[in-house]
Nanobody, 115 residues
Framework: QVQLVESGGGLVQAGESLRLSCAAS????????MGWYRQPPGKQRELVAG???????TYADSVKGRFTISRDNAKKTVYLQMNGLKPEDTAVYYC?????????WGQGTQVTVSS
């Protein structure tokens, strides 16, 4: 099982930026498919962005052009740069790692955007 620790959440005003980080354990990080998900209050968890070991990315339509996912395989860390934050981005953000049959989640970090 991969251990994931998120950091970087907080309270910001609309239009501001945050960068989330997710540090992973294990020696096979470069093979992990890493994703950022979020769960707004009262709603289901949804994929925000994902990145393969080789750096190919995918984004939810709602964040395209504002959020950027990246990874540093040497540091075993994945990042989510969030610019132009909106109140509707308010959610608990979770880091996810997939490799083979393994599917691991972090504990989540709260992002709150005030209008």
């Amino acid at each position: 099982q991969v251990q994931l620790v998120e950091s970087g959440g907080g309270l910001v005003q609309a239009g501001e930026s945050l960068r989330l980080s997710c540090a992973a354990s294990g020696t096979m990080f470069r093979f992990f498919y890493m994703g950022w998900y979020r769960q707004p209050p009262g709603k289901q968890r949804e994929l925000v962005a994902g990145i393969t070991g080789g750096g190919s990315t995918t984004y939810a339509d709602s964040v395209k052009g504002r959020f950027t996912i990246s990874r540093d395989n040497a540091k075993k860390t994945v990042y989510l740069q969030m610019n132009g934050l909106k109140p509707e981005d308010t959610a608990v953000y979770y880091c996810n790692a997939k490799v083979g049959p393994s599917d691991s989640w972090g504990q989540g970090t709260q992002v709150t955007v005030s209008s």
